[in-house]
């Protein structure tokens, strides 16, 4: 089955510095990668995700990369604020003609960001 | 748009008590629901897929006479923790997804037995 590894686990970055949050998958069928932001105590809340026939998706501070070969997709952040920090998850799953696959999850990156 | 709600946002129950969580998409039909649970500093842990209409499907270890899951209709799905006992403690947190790629999940659920 699917495996996901997330890396690192804890991350610290000063106010407007970027970070860089990695994935690796195992199944090279997978298809879909979403990326769950979440705070103490809530639900994750998802803040962007990348199908597997595109390279790149950017939703102003926020990117993710995808690179199928290598079977690895990171979340890049820029210009981090202090409300950035959270666990974030990366995730990993196969959906094909109309049916959901399940989201395998990485272990989650605690981001703390220094005012 | 894509809210999922959970109730209750916490609880409280003594041992050998049942507890209901009920989790609903508020502005959309979800064609599924999922359920996942949550340890402390650990990540999320799926127990069952359910669809409208059919039986849940559970994870392998996930007891189903213990975590019974209702789906009642395309907004509405319920969790009832049976017999509860001090090691079912833990934040359960449930999703739906209207289409076959992103799940939106509810504010979860923190469930303490006593």
């Known amino acids: 089955g699917e495996n996901v590894e997330q890396h690192p686990s804890t991350l610290s970055v000063q106010e407007g510095d970027s970070a860089v949050i990695k994935c690796t998958y195992s199944?090279?069928?997978?298809?879909?990668f979403p990326w769950y932001k979440q705070e103490l105590g809530k639900g994750p809340q998802l803040i962007i995700d990348?199908?597997?026939?595109?390279g790149e998706k950017k939703d102003q501070r926020i990117a993710v990369t995808l690179n199928k070969t290598a079977k690895h997709f990171s979340l890049h952040i820029t210009e981090t604020q202090p409300e950035d920090s959270a666990v974030y998850f990366c995730?990993?799953?196969?959906?094909?003609?109309?049916?959901?696959?399940?989201?395998?999850f990485g272990k989650g990156t605690k981001l703390s960001v220094k005012p | 748009g894509a809210v999922v709600s959970q109730h209750p946002s916490w609880v409280i129950c003594k041992s050998g008590t049942s507890v209901k969580i009920e989790c609903r998409s508020l502005?959309?039909?979800?064609?599924?629901m999922f359920w996942y649970r949550q340890f402390p500093k650990q990540s999320l842990m799926l127990m069952a897929t359910?669809?409208?209409?059919?039986?849940?499907?559970?994870e392998q270890g996930v007891e189903k006479d213990k975590f019974l899951i209702n789906h009642a209709s395309l907004t509405l799905s319920t969790l009832t923790v049976t017999s509860a006992h001090p090691e079912d403690s833990s934040f359960y947190i449930c999703?739906?997804?209207?289409?076959?790629?992103?799940?939106?999940f509810g504010p979860g659920t923190r469930l303490t037995v006593t």
């Open positions: 999703s739906a997804t209207r289409d076959w790629y992103e799940q939106y």
């Open positions: 199944d090279s069928a997978s298809n879909y």
């Open positions: 990348i199908r597997s026939n595109v």
């Open positions: 995730a990993a799953s196969l959906n094909y003609g109309g049916s959901q696959g399940n989201l395998i």
């Open positions: 502005d959309f039909q979800a064609t599924t």
């Open positions: 359910s669809n409208e209409g059919s039986k849940a499907t559970y």
